[in-house]
């Protein structure tokens, strides 16, 4: 499974990155907003620190308008995945750019029938909204398991991209499932290591070893 970081804050992505649990990177525009910066130039920054894709974002709702924008975008760097939304508009943008060689990223994406209208148009990644769904009470994980079986019924090579994670819960189950990738906040990426038996036994190893009196370096 790969893991993307959905963030716009570079040093938080060079912590993960230099540990080599960056495999790609999502923004969108609420994140541009947060990190308070230029989009051009902070998606610049991150493509510069990441090998992987980046996604960014078009801003347009009509389908020239979406093609110039992921244009613009793709010429930042070659990692540059051009994010749309699931609208029929991003769809038509996404056959365009994906035939021009573009990678693209087609977001916000809440049923199958969606997933399967984003592969035929040519998507690289489809993003389906876990934690969104969870919110009205529908269990985000059956989308991905939907949709897991209609692109293996197919031979899809669009990727699925677990997005919308909330917890560890999600990336575990995301994974269970066979989520091509996952998506999720530096925090929820972190806590991935934390189990409560893991600190349990490091303390026990810590006391023993104090009354050995005994030093390794």
């Not at 079986?149 to 899809?156: A, E, K, L, P, S």
Request: hydrophobic letters at 45%; glycine letters at 6%.
């Amino acid at each position: 499974m790969k893991f993307f970081v959905d963030t716009a804050d570079t040093q938080a992505i060079s912590e993960l990155n230099d540990l080599g649990m960056v495999d790609g990177v999502t923004t969108n525009p609420s994140l541009i907003l947060k990190s308070g910066r230029d989009i051009l130039e902070v998606t610049k920054e991150i493509c510069d620190i990441v090998e992987g894709p980046v996604s960014a974002e078009v801003v347009a709702m009509e389908a020239e308008a979406m093609i110039a924008e992921g244009r613009k975008l793709a010429e930042i760097a070659p990692n540059i995945t051009v994010k749309l939304p699931l609208t029929w508009d991003g769809l038509k943008a996404c056959k365009v750019l994906s035939s021009e060689g573009k990678m693209v990223n087609v977001t916000l994406c809440f049923s199958a029938n969606q997933a399967l209208l984003a592969a035929k148009a040519g998507a690289t990644f489809i993003s389906p909204f876990i934690g969104r769904l969870d919110d009205i009470n529908l269990d985000g994980m059956d989308l991905i398991q939907d949709i897991r079986t209609i692109y293996d019924n197919y031979g899809f090579e669009t990727e699925i991209l677990a997005a919308s994670i909330r917890s560890v819960n999600h990336v575990q189950e995301a994974a269970l499932i066979g989520a091509d990738v996952i998506t999720a906040p530096p925090e929820v990426i972190k806590k991935l290591a934390a189990h409560p038996l893991t600190d349990k036994g490091l303390e026990q190893f810590l006391a023993d070893w104090a009354k050995t009196g005994q030093n390794i370096l």
